[in-house]
């Protein structure tokens, strides 16, 4: 039988007082054989390190912080902490320990807690796989194949990141907490609506199918990140839709809304699509053996749609709305054009 005694933790005050000690004492000098103490003292729970980077991160607050806002914590202390409080410096130790907890309470918790999520998660989908999933606030997300979404929901904001594949978005309306969805150098902006947003490679679409949405593209993603000078933006009703290549978005155009997100039926709609990106987005739902042979095939542009598991069903119709021949061979479906030999597929 395992008979090593249980550890308990210190109390959170406890620790935090600890660790407003050791801060004092090392912005008044550590001695070697202290700074030892003080990496122990850190390494012995991970709660004292959480409570150590805290209060750094408060201590820089505080040396940013100007006169009035020091005199207002000041006026916060009690009586016998508010004559010491003007230079920190010259407070005793347990005094010292005592205002830089106050300091965390009134300086640091307020920003620290509107930066922390309510809720985060990282949701995928594998190749041929899709997924529904309904968030804490109600919006619901329907993931497509090969897809990866990471989704945080602040106190004054929703924000998802779309990292690959595509997403429907049904968000539920709210209007104290904006819904954005990032997905590279571009931002989606929404406060109750139904759209979805294509990051596939360097193809991105984002199409509505209710309410309204706001597209802005970026010169990069940090500037996206931070919603910095946008190079151009857009607004986009039910019905419409817009692609962006490299940083510029392209004109909007119109789409049923039942065609957005056809790919939840099963469904590929292409609109004047190059071939190879056709051939691209078949295999992201499976292995669909379709193989182009030359680069000059895969510049032709199809307009059509076709069931996303039915790759051979696509390889006989292709040669009947393309000047190419489909040969199959060692399970391949082998795309060239209609000039070179091989045997055509029945």
Same mark, same amino acid.
């Given at each position: 039988m395992n008979t090593t005694p249980l550890t308990h933790p210190a109390p959170q005050d406890t620790i935090d007082s600890?660790?407003?000690?050791?801060?004092? !004492?090392?912005?008044?000098?550590?001695?070697? !054989?202290?700074?030892?103490m003080l990496q122990q003292w850190l390494a012995a729970?991970?709660?004292?390190? $959480?409570?150590?980077?805290?209060?750094? +991160?408060?201590? =820089?607050?505080?040396?940013?912080?100007?006169?009035?806002?020091?005199d207002a914590l000041r006026q916060s202390l009690p009586p016998m902490l508010q004559v010491l409080a003007p230079r920190r410096s010259r407070l005793p130790l347990a005094a010292a320990a005592c205002l830089c907890c106050a300091i965390a309470g009134s300086l640091g918790w307020h920003q620290w807690q509107q930066q922390q999520p309510l809720y985060q998660a990282t949701l995928a989908t594998a190749r041929g796989e899709q997924r529904e999933v309904t968030l804490p606030d109600g919006s619901r997300l329907s993931l497509d194949s090969a897809t990866r979404v990471h989704v945080a929901l602040y106190r004054q904001q929703r924000a998802t990141r779309l990292l690959a594949g595509q997403a429907l978005f049904?968000?539920?309306a709210d209007k104290q907490r904006p819904f954005h969805v990032l997905a590279g150098s571009r931002r989606v902006t929404v406060l109750g609506t139904r759209f979805s947003v294509r990051q596939v490679g360097?193809?991105? @679409?984002?199409?509505?199918?209710?309410?309204?949405?706001?597209?802005?593209?970026?010169?990069?993603?940090?500037?996206?990140?931070?919603?910095?000078?946008?190079?151009? @933006?857009? +607004?986009?009703?039910?019905?419409? @839709?817009?692609? =962006?290549?490299? +940083?510029?978005?392209?004109?909007?155009?119109?789409?049923?809304?039942?065609?957005?997100?056809?790919?939840?039926?099963? !469904?590929?709609?292409?609109?004047? +699509?190059?071939?190879?990106?056709?051939?691209?987005?078949?295999?992201?739902?499976?292995?669909?053996?379709? $193989?182009?042979?030359?680069?000059?095939?895969?510049?032709?542009?199809?307009?059509?749609?076709?069931?996303?598991?039915?790759?051979?069903?696509?390889?006989?119709?292709?040669?009947?709305?393309?000047?190419?021949?489909?040969?199959?061979?060692?399970?391949?479906?082998?795309?060239?054009?209609?000039?070179?030999?091989?045997?055509?597929?029945?």
């Open positions: 600890q660790a407003a000690q050791w801060l004092l !004492r090392q912005q008044q000098g550590l001695s070697p !054989r202290e700074h030892t729970c991970p709660a004292h390190a $959480q409570a150590w980077q805290q209060l750094v +991160t408060v201590d =820089s607050l505080l040396g940013h912080a100007s006169p009035a806002q020091r049904s968000v539920a360097r193809s991105y @679409q984002v199409a509505v199918a209710e309410g309204t949405v706001r597209v802005r593209q970026y010169a990069s993603n940090s500037d996206a990140d931070h919603d910095r000078q946008p190079l151009q @933006q857009a +607004t986009l009703q039910a019905g419409q @839709q817009l692609a =962006s290549h490299h +940083t510029r978005l392209s004109n909007i155009t119109p789409i049923p809304p039942a065609a957005v997100a056809a790919w939840r039926s099963g !469904r590929l709609l292409f609109d004047n +699509t190059p071939l190879a990106e056709v051939i691209a987005e078949f295999n992201r739902y499976g292995h669909s053996q379709l $193989q182009l042979q030359d680069h000059a095939s895969g510049q032709l542009r199809l307009t059509g749609t076709f069931n996303a598991y039915q790759p051979a069903q696509f390889a006989h119709a292709l040669p009947r709305v393309l000047p190419l021949v489909v040969v199959q061979r060692q399970g391949q479906w082998l795309i060239q054009p209609a000039r070179a030999t091989g045997h055509k597929l029945p």
